[in-house]
Each structure stands twice: as structure tokens, then as C-alpha cells.
């Protein structure tokens, strides 16, 4: 399980079960006062790597059912805690129009109907929330660009603003602290700095071609010239 140093005075938290090898998962639970359970996390497993390490972040998905059946038993809130290498966003809406609000709709609450929150408990409706736990050393966002529906995939090319640097509102980051805490503290914002863009060219997914813009030093690209205006070995 995870250290528990984010875990308030007044809370302990336990493993409750775990695993090894791939697909395993750490589960605990955050007993609150009275040693009644406040709420139950998973986090999925992932391998370290250099890749994870660059690229990786993790994303806290809550799941919480508001209300319950006369008799039935009231549910915990669940979270799950996903890795991820690339946040994918949806930018159909009419509302988005920039980078930010994009990210904003990701981590955006959304009701689902019919989730069996613990087994054998009869479904219920949820309200579902990702928020991002863990900010990757390097950000790579995708823009869902394709929709889909009963005629194929259409693409979006609507216009999206964004700048040089994206500062993630603390809004769409989980807390440090588990939900309740008294002595929870507000996460930190951090600013990412526009480093390259790939775009695709064409209206299909079956057709196009991609090209990428990368932020380069005056120095590096004075060298790119130089490269470039060198004449060619002798070949061998």
C-alpha cells in the first residue's frame, strides 16, 4: 500500500489486500472517526520504467453513489488510482474552446447508471470524477479530433486555443489529503511549457499525413543550419 503521511490525525490507513505480478492492485481503506470506513482506494499496478518515468502520471478516478434504497445499505466511496502515460480529451462540445477547458471537462463529474459499487449490493446511480493525482514530469495531451457515430468518423476541425505554457488549474488535481480531511491542503498548480505539436492533415482516419512542430535553442537551430548547409561526405 501506499505511505499514509497524507492521512489526517483523526485516520488510519489500512491494506486491506494485494498482489504481485502484472494486473495486481494495492487496496486499502481510510478508516475515519469511530473506525468506520471513510472510503476505499485501489491503485492499479505499473511497471517502472524510463518511459513511466518521463511520461507517467496518475489519474484518481471517485466513484460515489448519492443516496440508497430504503433498507439498503449505504455504499463507500470508491477510488481508483489508473496510471497513465497520455491524457486523452474531448473537445466536441460546443463549450470547449481552449486547451483548458478541454482538460476541464475530462476531470468534469459524470452520472452512471446502474453500478454495482460493492458485490452482491443491488446497482445504483454514481456520480463518477477523474482528477489528476500524480503530474507527469512531461505532459502529452491528445485531442480527440474524431468523432463517431451510426455513419463512421467525422473529424473535428474546429479551431482550439491554447498558449505557450498550460498551468493546471488545482481544480482537476486530487487532493494530497484523503476526502474530509480536516487538515487537507490545496495541491500545487504546476506549468508545463509548450515543447511540440503533431498535427494530422487530412479528413479521414484512413487517409492524411502528420507532421510535428518542436521548440528548439537559437544555438540548436543555429547548428541544424550548419548541418544542413555542410556538404555531404564522400561515399565510401
Known amino acids: 500500500a501506499e505511505p499514509t503521511s497524507d492521512a489526517p490525525a483523526d485516520a488510519d490507513a ?3 489486500e494485494g498482489g504481485e505480478g502484472e494486473g495486481a492492485a494495492d487496496v486499502w481503506q481510510t478508516v475515519g472517526k469511530n473506525n468506520k470506513v471513510a472510503e476505499t482506494t485501489r491503485m492499479e499496478a505499473s511497471d517502472a520504467s524510463p518511459i513511466t518515468c518521463i511520461f507517467g502520471g496518475q489519474l484518481a478516478s471517485r466513484l460515489e453513489s448519492r443516496g440508497a434504497a430504503p433498507g439498503a445499505k449505504q455504499n463507500k466511496p470508491s477510488i481508483t488510482i489508473e496510471p497513465f502515460q497520455c491524457l486523452n480529451v474531448d473537445i466536441k462540445s460546443s463549450g470547449v474552446v481552449s486547451l483548458e477547458d478541454a482538460i476541464t471537462g475530462l476531470c ?3 452520472w452512471i447508471d446502474g453500478v454495482e459499487m460493492e458485490k452482491g449490493q443491488p446497482a445504483v446511480r454514481a456520480q463518477r470524477q477523474y482528477l489528476i493525482r500524480h503530474p507527469p514530469p512531461v505532459l502529452i495531451l491528445h485531442l480527440k479530433r474524431f ?3 451510426a455513419h463512421g468518423a467525422h473529424k473535428l476541425s474546429k479551431p ?3 498558449t505557450e505554457s498550460l498551468t493546471l488549474k488545482p481544480t482537476v488535481l486530487a487532493p494530497p489529503a484523503p476526502s474530509g480531511a480536516s487538515n487537507g491542503s490545496k495541491p500545487s498548480a504546476p506549468t508545463y511549457r509548450l515543447f511540440a505539436v503533431i498535427a494530422h492533415h487530412g479528413q479521414t482516419m ?3 499525413h502528420y507532421t510535428c512542430d518542436v521548440r528548439c535553442t537559437p544555438s540548436a537551430a543555429a547548428n541544424a543550419s550548419v548541418a544542413a548547409a555542410a556538404p555531404a561526405p564522400d561515399a565510401a
Open 14 to 16: 489500512a491494506a486491506a
Open 108 to 110: 468534469s463529474p459524470e
Open 147 to 149: 468523432s463517431h457515430d
Open 160 to 162: 482550439l486555443k491554447f
Open 206 to 208: 484512413r487517409l492524411g
